[in-house]
């Protein structure tokens, strides 16, 4: 599997690749921003990704879609610190498999993973 | 939330914040921090070694500060597992200490309550311009025997503001 990780927090993508470091991920990049992050994913079409919404030049709500439009197949994860309903109804309606809220924990993250490669 | 008396709408954003706070620490950290009575700050607030910005926008307009020292944001750093501690790293965690203490607002808040990605600084400001029109509380956090603070200046977003 390819994971994707895109948070503008260095700490935070440093923190979900060393809670998801496995071999069963043969390739894992990072992204700092929405559009950099489409680049990245374009380029290697990855199976899981794990999403910011709040970033700098596209939002995460918007990468997600278009995302989505490119390879429907992928699955992702968002990993915010906005905790309000409607935004995490919009975000899984809008395709996203599962909605983490900031703080999290490396066992709240892993079992988000665990449910959606299950 | 209930908007109109500006007392009612300060108590009720100041007890958001509390939660955001105190879910923060315990919930990352698994050590639960203090919050002291916020007051209202009148003059200028003494900025720590580093402080974070958040922009408001929507339903609220004004901004969220976040200033801390640099021991804090290094006990914090161990605990996502972070061991070698540069400048970078502590301002990208007072960064997302300041967003998350933010969003997290959301919860009672709503989706109305728009936030910016967070901007850094290390060090003393030459000047920092508050924005007008907004009431400033502080909140002062103790946290592992570590004193930060968070200051909170909103006002309803029919008022004018920034200088």
């Given at each position: 599997m390819k994971l994707l990780i895109v948070d503008d927090s260095l700490i935070i993508r440093r923190s979900i690749e060393r809670t998801f470091s496995s071999p069963a991920f043969r390739e894992v990049r990072t992204a700092g921003d929405g559009m950099r992050a489409l680049a990245e994913f374009r380029d290697f079409l990855p199976d899981i990704v794990t999403l910011d919404i709040t970033m700098p030049h596209l939002d995460g709500i918007a990468t997600l879609e278009e995302m989505l439009s490119i390879k429907p197949e992928a699955k992702i994860m968002i990993v915010s610190a906005l905790a309000d309903d409607a935004t995490a109804i919009e975000a899984l309606t809008k395709g996203?498999?599962?909605?983490?809220?900031?703080p999290f924990t490396t066992e709240e993250l892993t079992q988000a993973l665990e449910e959606m490669i299950a | 939330?209930?908007?109109?008396?500006?007392?009612?709408?300060h108590e009720e954003m100041l007890a958001v914040f509390v939660q955001s706070i105190m879910k923060y620490f315990d919930h990352m950290a698994g050590i639960p921090a203090?919050?002291?009575?916020p007051y209202l700050l009148n003059g200028e607030a003494e900025m720590l070694d580093i402080t974070a910005v958040i922009g408001i926008t929507g339903d609220l307009k004004g901004c969220v500060f976040y200033t801390a020292p640099i021991p804090l944001l290094d006990d914090l750093l161990r605990h996502i597992g972070e061991y070698n501690p540069t400048d970078e790293l502590r301002c990208?965690?007072?960064?997302?200490?300041?967003?998350?203490?933010t969003g997290n607002a959301r919860r009672k808040l709503g989706p109305g309550f728009m936030i910016s990605v967070?901007?850094?600084?290390l060090g003393q400001p030459t000047k920092l311009v508050w924005p007008k029109e907004t009431?400033?509380?502080?909140?002062?956090?103790?946290?592992?025997?570590?004193?930060s603070m968070l200051i909170v200046c909103l006002a309803e977003a029919s008022a004018d503001h920034f200088v």
């Open positions: 996203a498999e599962q909605f983490i809220c900031k | 939330m209930t908007t109109g008396d500006s007392s009612t709408l203090e919050t002291g009575t990208d965690m007072g960064g997302e200490v300041a967003n998350t203490f967070p901007v850094v600084f009431t400033r509380f502080a909140i002062p956090i103790m946290w592992q025997q570590k004193r």
